[in-house]
């Protein structure tokens, strides 16, 4: 099984912090990879597939890049809506796979 | 486009449970369509993936032989018979419709099965 490591686990930040959160694949997984946010008590939200590319609706401030086992998650400029937790997920290959997830807390 | 979920109870261990997804909005004899779980305060972890064919299915090695994914594209409805159910099954199942190779575009709200005595 391909494993999914996410760092770090949690993040504390400010409101205007750019935010970098890194997802490693153990194995090569080219551009198969998504992000999602998750608040409490809610299902999780699409943002990025391909690795890079932003679904639609999502706000530009997101953005998402790398290829095969490095990847990373970038919110250029965080906002109140923004602290959530945050998945990686591989569907380049069965069984698909997540990141433990990142918590994006108050700093 | 809109996935409500259903079918979640509290079970013994050992029992069997159904969930139900119906699904509107879209093309739903067109797409992937996928279970996702989520233990009390843990992550996600994906389950089962059942392909528009109806035949080609794809499951986590924790629910192989257990859990059986099933579609009635007619109804526009996904399932997931749970058998043999186990304390460590229990959680939150959501349901998701994949856009492309494997990324889950939209998601339901998610029901909640849990396994005790």
């Known amino acids: 099984d391909i494993q999914m490591t996410q760092s770090p686990s949690t993040l504390s930040a400010s409101v205007g912090d750019r935010v970098t959160i890194t997802c490693r694949a153990s194995?090569?997984?080219?551009?198969?990879l998504a992000w999602y946010q998750q608040k409490p008590g809610r299902a999780p939200k699409f943002l990025i597939h391909?690795?890079?590319s932003l679904q639609i609706g999502v706000p530009s401030r997101f953005s998402g890049s790398g290829s095969g086992t490095e990847f990373t998650l970038t919110i250029s400029s965080l906002q109140p809506d923004d602290f959530a937790t945050y998945y990686c997920?591989?569907?380049?290959?069965?069984?698909?796979?997540f990141g433990q997830g990142t918590k994006v807390e108050v700093k | 486009v809109q996935l409500l979920e259903s079918g979640g109870d509290l079970v013994q261990p050992g029992g069997s449970l159904r969930l139900s997804c119906a699904a509107s909005?879209?093309?739903?004899?067109?797409?992937?369509m996928a279970w996702v779980r989520q233990a009390p305060g843990k992550g996600l972890e994906w389950v089962s993936n059942?392909?528009?064919?109806?035949?080609?299915?794809h499951y986590a090695a924790s629910v192989k032989g257990r859990f059986t994914i099933s579609r009635d594209n007619s109804r526009n409805t996904l399932f997931l018979q749970m058998d043999s159910l186990r304390v460590e099954d229990t959680a939150v199942y959501y349901c998701?419709?994949?856009w492309g190779r494997g990324d889950l575009d939209y998601w339901g709200q998610g029901t909640l099965v849990t396994v005790s005595s």
């Open positions: 998701a419709k994949i």
């Open positions: 909005g879209f093309m739903f004899s067109s797409y992937v």
């Open positions: 059942i392909g528009p064919d109806i035949v080609t299915t």
């Open positions: 391909d690795a890079s």
């Open positions: 194995q090569n997984i080219e551009k198969w």
């Open positions: 997920h591989q569907y380049h290959d069965y069984p698909r796979t």
